[in-house]
């Protein structure tokens, strides 16, 4: 993720963590998601050696001098992405895996970071949490389930070649980056990022003292070295299957750089809703419970479909869930 965007000064607090994705299928380009090691190296090598690389995560506010907790190994915070790149048979993998068959993925099972501060939980292979069987599905590649403790976030740092949305389940996320653009989405919001031909950013919790709970989801774009761009997005209803996002922005939606439709579904106790899928769908439950199919899904699970037949959806409750319908 030419060059990348400018960045924050050194002395900035806004600053902590390496992205981490897969490579580019090019083995001359950088890796889909981030910069260069060796240009990373030059951005952080006045504050940071390659021991202590990716930077320090900190308390907002704190100075690089200022270090809010002791600092992890580099692998504790979640890998470099010299360590995830992996080569182009991963962002391969990503497209073929799940090529004729329905999985379920439980929540049990998905991968985990704790760093005190940072509680998360991945669905595919992400930073030091690899899966040869979960590595994406289609052009769908990270969903990590984040909760971030009051204060705490993730610095400036870099990505490129992603579109990023993370989608706040409760609490406020407070957004900054190498565009200019500064802003705090509140729960029920959806940040996008097109990270494009290179930008920075930070992520931080809004609230000094309360934890915040967001989904974090990369998407590979189908357009590389575009200009970088943010948006926000707020549903118009609290019911139903809205859409979030889309690759022509239609009903409202955030316009992505991928033929994929995003859906955030929001049902009640009894509500029953089929789904008519382009060709692939991921469904990823938030809260509640839902019947897919035949399979009872709760909090924290996901499911996917290689198949184009119609998708039953059945809340048992109140539930809340991202579906992704993907080519």
Request: hydrophobic residues 30%; charged residues 20%; aromatic residues 8%.
């Amino acid at each position: 993720m030419p060059p990348p965007a400018p960045h924050a000064s050194p002395s900035a607090p806004w600053h902590k963590k390496c992205s981490n994705t897969a490579s580019d299928s090019s083995a001359s380009a950088a890796p889909i998601g981030c910069e260069t090691r060796s240009r990373r190296r030059e951005t952080v090598a006045s504050r940071h050696s390659d021991e202590s690389f990716p930077p320090r995560p900190h308390r907002r506010g704190y100075s690089s001098s200022e270090s809010a907790i002791k600092s992890p190994g580099r692998r504790q915070l979640l890998g470099t992405c010299k360590e995830f790149a992996k080569g182009p048979e991963l962002a391969e993998g990503a497209r073929m895996h799940h090529s004729d068959h329905t999985r379920f993925r439980p929540a049990a099972e998905r991968g985990t970071t704790d760093l005190g501060w940072l509680q998360s939980r991945h669905s595919f292979s992400f930073g030091g949490y690899s899966d040869p069987e979960h590595v994406g599905f289609r052009s769908l590649r990270v969903i990590n389930d984040d909760r971030v403790a009051g204060g705490m976030g993730f610095g400036m740092h870099p990505h490129r070649d992603m579109e990023i949305l993370s989608y706040v389940v409760s609490g406020a996320l407070t957004h900054k980056d190498s565009l200019g653009n500064e802003e705090t989405v509140k729960a029920g919001g959806i940040q996008y990022m097109s990270a494009g031909s290179g930008v920075r950013h930070s992520e931080f919790n809004a609230s000094p003292s309360e934890a915040v709970h967001f989904l974090q989801i990369w998407i590979t774009p189908d357009e590389r070295n575009a200009a970088p761009r943010y948006a926000e997005w707020r549903p118009s209803t609290d019911q139903g299957l809205i859409l979030a996002a889309s690759a022509d922005g239609r009903e409202n939606s955030l316009a992505i750089r991928q033929q994929a439709d995003v859906y955030l579904g929001r049902m009640s106790a009894g509500e029953n809703r089929v789904h008519q899928p382009r060709g692939g769908t991921w469904i990823q439950i938030i809260e509640g419970g839902l019947t897919v199919n035949s399979q009872d899904l709760a909090a924290g699970d996901g499911i996917s479909f290689d198949q184009s037949a119609a998708i039953s959806l059945s809340a048992g409750g109140p539930v809340q869930f991202l579906l992704f319908d993907l080519e």
